[in-house]
């Protein structure tokens, strides 16, 4: 991925630490696709896994997503932070992620699994009364559609 010139450099976030910061503690992203110059943007709730540097996301196992998905794997997505709108200064207190990575259908059962851990941990914190409750029969993620973004680059931005 080419690195794009910034325009307000001072805004720029370079430290890996922080950028990894804002991930951990996002809810949700939004997600762009792009199927034959057809752009598509969903917003989805998300689990980062620091050991894999992938974002894992749940959905159907068939729909627009999968369709935009096989046709085009590359994606881009933002995740914001928002503290709010500064009155009488004319502008939006924020930090901001934008990710580019390659999305893929996750098929194997052992990692539907991990991603769903991975997705309870991000979004429940250390609840593993829920994980055991929601992964207690094997059947419980054979239905379901896992997808992983393997991110290959992260840029931030902020106005705090």
């Known amino acids: 991925m080419s690195k794009f010139h910034m ?13 990894l910061g804002i991930l951990k503690k996002a809810k949700y992203m939004v997600l ?11 917003s989805l709730s ?8 992938a974002v894992y996301f749940h959905c159907a196992e068939e729909g627009m997503k999968m369709d935009f998905i096989l ?11 928002d503290h709010g709108y500064a009155q009488d200064d004319c502008t939006q207190n924020y930090r901001s992620l934008v990710l580019w990575g ?7 059962t052992d990692e539907k ?3 769903f851990k991975v997705m309870f941990r991000h979004l429940e914190g250390e609840n593993e009364a829920m994980s055991a409750r929601m992964l207690n029969e094997e059947d419980a993620v054979v239905g379901v559609g896992v997808l992983r973004l393997d991110i290959e680059q992260i840029d931030a931005k902020g106005n705090l």
């Open 32 to 42: 762009a696709l792009c199927k034959e110059n057809q752009p598509y943007a969903v």
């Open 113 to 115: 699994k991990h991603a």
């Open 7 to 19: 325009g307000k450099q001072e805004r720029e976030i370079t430290d890996n630490a922080v950028k």
């Open 71 to 81: 046709c085009n794997p590359q994606v881009c997505a933002t995740v914001i932070e």
């Open 46 to 53: 998300y689990g980062y896994d620091a050991l894999r540097n």
């Open 102 to 108: 390659k999305l893929r259908k996750v098929e194997e």
